[in-house]
Nanobody, 115 residues
């Protein structure tokens, strides 16, 4: 049974930081490309950042220079370090694992940026 469990969301003031974690089980983690998506209120789900099995990373333009994705293959975990948070970063953040046409999703974690 495949599980992706996100944690680390919460309420933070503008300019603050959060670190999201996604722990994977039931998959050969090292084979999978991992990604973080988000869905803001009234918006479509969008890709935030991705990291491949070789730890090559890509970012959406909106978060470049502020967010950093990383993975720890020994812990089967992917992270999203979010700095200089803005109100427009408010969304539910989802972890995604993909290998060719197979993909899995976590349940999401809420991030709210507000003063």
């Amino acid at each position: 049974q495949v599980q992706l469990v996100e944690s680390g969301g919460g309420l933070v003031q503008p300019g603050g930081s959060l670190r999201l974690s996604c722990a994977a089980s039931g998959v050969t983690f090292t084979l999978y490309n991992m990604a973080w998506y988000r869905q803001g209120p009234g918006k479509q789900r969008e890709l935030v950042a991705s990291i491949n099995s070789g730890s090559g990373a890509n970012y959406a333009d909106a978060v470049k220079g502020r967010f950093s994705i990383s993975r720890d293959n020994a812990k089967n975990t992917v992270y999203l370090q979010m700095n200089s948070l803005k109100p427009e970063d408010t969304a539910v953040y989802f972890c995604n694992a993909r290998l060719r046409i197979t993909e899995y999703w976590g349940q999401g974690t809420q991030v709210t940026v507000s003063s």
